[in-house]
């Protein structure tokens, strides 16, 4: 059985948060919920909430096991862009671009 959760419309790049998703893509629960509380990176954070809300889903859902669950799937995609302007010299703009992502992970139960 495969249980998900997704967070949509988190601040930041996709391309970093997918740097994140795919150290932990195929690992244990517990493994992955360890790796990234000791992981540098901003969007670790993110990712392990979501990690966190999907072992939830699994076990009060459909009565899974934490230690049992695998991580199957784990991807960052790309959610809409704010767009922003800032004023620079001589009367010029210049665009800046706030990134959204959205972080998807699926879990499964380990085959013993």
Known sequence: MRVSATAKYLRGSTRKANLVTSAIRGR?????SAILRFMPQGAARDVARVLASATANAENNH?????????VEAHANEGPTLKRWKPR??????????????ITIVLEEREA
Do not use: C, S, W, Y
């Open 89 to 102: 010299a001589q009367g010029r703009a210049f665009a800046i671009h706030k990134p959204m992502t959205h």
């Open 63 to 71: 009565n899974l096991a934490a230690e049992d669950l695998v991580i």
């Open 28 to 32: 244990r629960v517990e493994d992955a």
